[in-house]
């Protein structure tokens, strides 16, 4: 047993003790040496939020008081080391593009949770962006809810490789999985990112695949 190994630490934010029951046993199974910390509201979660030190929070939208939007806000404020999915109950357009803005690296619809939570905690873990298909469904109908009052320039502005590697990073890629895809060197997927994002004044992966989803980059 390696006893240098710091366990992967999950905060668990929903009111329902039932729906807290269900995602635990969700994540148990495939993440057993997890520890997974819970609370019913923002201001439990927030007391909690410095003792525990968790990697990643799992909210719900609909919180008691302060909500999961809110949350998710003063989260990344105090800890940005932390990323946080979102586990909410509907995934129209405004909750998952104010969800995103607020600083979520993903969103998972509780009506499919069971079975898409772990492919989102590890993206989430590994820094990459998960929306499940309601919420990437939602974002193409959300084009008047953008982050910016200013639109960003549209993808000509881009070469095509650039383009390229926008739509593997909006697809939840990582730079190595990239790098493998298009044929390059992982420092050269770096430079291609931070010219992306120099070019569109875009500065997260969220922000990128939002703005790939817009303007209709995916694949069907």
Not at 67 to 79: F, P, T
Not at 198 to 214: I, M, N, W
Request: glycine residues 4%; hydrophobic residues 40%; proline residues 6%.
């Amino acid at each position: 047993m390696n006893t240098n190994t710091t366990p992967l630490r999950l905060l668990l934010v929903d009111d329902h003790p039932m729906v807290r029951t269900g995602i635990r046993a969700a994540l148990r199974h495939h993440l057993p040496d997890a520890r997974i910390e819970e609370a019913g509201c923002a201001t439990e979660a927030l007391e909690k939020l410095a003792a525990f030190r968790p990697r990643l929070a799992l909210l719900d939208i609909n919180l008691p008081g302060m909500n999961g939007l809110d949350l998710a806000r003063r989260i990344r404020d105090r800890c940005p080391q932390v990323s946080i999915l979102l586990v909410a109950a509907e995934a129209d357009p405004w909750t998952v593009s104010e969800g995103m803005r607020a600083g979520a690296s993903g969103f998972v619809a509780k009506s499919n949770s069971a079975d898409l939570l772990p492919q989102a905690v590890r993206k989430v873990l590994a820094g990459e962006t998960f929306l499940c298909p309601e919420a990437s469904a939602a974002l193409q109908r959300a084009e008047h809810y953008d982050v910016a009052r200013t639109e960003p320039p549209g993808p000509a502005v881009l070469s095509t490789r650039e383009r390229e590697v926008l739509r593997c990073l909006a697809q939840g890629e990582n730079t190595k999985t990239i790098a493998s895809l298009l044929q390059l060197s992982p420092k050269t997927v770096e430079t291609h990112r931070q010219h992306i994002m120099s070019k569109l004044g875009l500065q997260s992966v969220a922000a990128l695949t939002r703005y790939a989803v817009r303007h209709k980059m995916l694949p069907a």
